[in-house]
């Protein structure tokens, strides 16, 4: 246990088990003086008899693993708040500087952060200062950006869903909902529009998606006067960590692997698309294999080159067993980055356009699935969902449909399929 100075600051880290039931699994600390931050278990929460898990790198490292952190969070943690232009906007309304996460966490982790956590006040630590941004966060500002942490840069919040009404939160309140608001950059026209209809695709392909569908922001309760005068639809996305009120744990690929979030490229670069699936494998089983080929064909054929670490997490619906969670940010994102590409390798090489259904030989090999059943994967995936391709055409802009449909052309595995 570290010792503590009068400079020290420390929140209460719980988790909530599938009964409903809070328990405490440890303190984050930060140290005004050096900037430091780091996190310790409470020996409550290894002496539980059907202990919650938090996260596998604490598993694997064990109860007495104290990771740390200068600035920023311990990169578990870090992961479990925004990104980009999503964090300037969440840390400008909390008059809170980005780059401090513990601050930043302390404002916005009280009741909606993702998965089963939430992060408190820790009034059973003596010596220890309460963070001035907890105590906001416990007055409640309104400011319906604080009152969540959802992970990515897409400008998005936590909302409450009961029956056709969609509101803001209340305070104390987990939101089951997610609301995506329209993208007002420029060449990215209709972008809600167009994740709605790859979710549609992806369902009927026989990929598990949550529930989602277009609203104007005026019909959301609580927002600010500005959502009223957005023309443009959000999309709403149920989130498939909450249960009702009840929330359920989940953990990002980065998080198990631990990569840091200061290092911008890592979520694309610290594992290739053959890792992933042996990470999922690993962890879901090997009948989990066939989904991941299945979405990484997806990727390929819509050109999602977003598809990295953040962007594949795993469900403890029971507390512990990990399964591989419904899928989520499916864009087409070639339609607003010109030469995007997969983001993570796949068979050496981030080209859609060289993707084959032999590119899936060597995750075949890592997995124990066989070559063989890896290949029939990827030819099983690509009939699937061109067979539903069309969809694609009733729910997005024509433009958008007629540009992701010239570019199969393109693509060598729909070229590798015969049947097809």
Not at 129 to 135: A, D, G, H, N
Not at 164 to 180: C, D, E, F, H
Not at 257 to 277: C, G, H, L, Q, S
């Amino acid at each position: 246990m570290v010792s503590k100075t009068p400079d020290i600051s420390a929140l209460l880290v719980e988790i909530e088990t599938p009964s409903g039931e809070l328990v405490e699994v440890g303190f984050l600390y930060n140290s005004t003086a050096g900037q430091k931050n780091w996190f310790e278990f409470s020996d409550r929460y290894w002496n539980l008899a059907n202990r919650p898990v938090l996260g596998q790198i604490f598993e694997e490292r064990g109860r007495s693993w104290q990771p740390t952190a200068h600035v920023a969070l311990p990169h578990w943690f870090s992961h479990l708040l925004p990104e980009g232009r999503l964090r300037s906007e969440v840390a400008a309304a909390a008059h809170t500087n980005s780059a401090r996460e513990f601050n930043l966490l302390a404002r916005i982790g009280v009741d909606d952060l993702p998965g089963a956590l939430r992060v408190g006040a820790a009034p059973e630590l003596e010596n220890i200062k309460q963070p001035p941004e907890l105590i906001d966060a416990e007055k409640d500002g309104g400011n319906p950006l604080l009152k969540f942490s959802l992970a990515g840069a897409q400008l998005k919040f936590s909302i409450y869903k009961r029956g056709s009404r969609l509101t803001v939160p209340l305070k104390g309140q987990a939101g089951n909902v997610i609301a995506k608001l329209p993208d007002n950059r420029p060449g990215h026209v209709g972008v809600p529009e167009v994740e709605l209809a790859s979710l549609n695709l992806a369902r009927l392909s026989g990929i598990e998606t949550p529930n989602a569908s277009l609203v104007s922001l005026s019909d959301i309760a609580g927002l600010e006067d500005w959502a009223s005068k957005v023309s443009a639809p959000a999309l709403i996305v149920d989130r498939f960590d909450r249960a009702g009120q009840r929330r359920i744990h989940m953990e990002e690929l980065a998080q198990v692997m631990n990569i840091p979030t200061k290092v911008e490229r890592a979520k694309y670069d610290r594992a290739n698309f053959e890792t992933i699936t042996n990470i999922i494998a690993g962890l879901c089983g090997l009948d989990s294999v066939k989904h991941v080929i299945t979405r990484i064909v997806f990727n390929v054929l819509i050109g999602n080159g977003d598809a990295h670490l953040k962007n594949w997490a795993v469900l403890y619906k029971d507390g512990f067993t990990p399964t591989l969670s419904p899928v989520y940010d499916i864009l087409p994102t070639v339609l607003y980055m010109e030469d995007d590409d997969l983001g993570p390798n796949l068979g050496g090489s981030r080209s859609f356009e060289t993707v084959s259904v032999e590119s899936f030989d060597r995750i075949g090999e890592r997995t124990s699935v066989g070559v063989a059943a890896a290949r029939s994967y990827a030819k099983d995936a690509v009939e699937q969902i061109l067979s539903n391709w069309q969809s694609l055409s009733d729910m997005m802009p024509r433009s958008s449909f007629n540009f992701l449909n010239e570019r199969l052309n393109r693509l060598l595995i729909v070229r590798s399929v015969p049947s097809v």
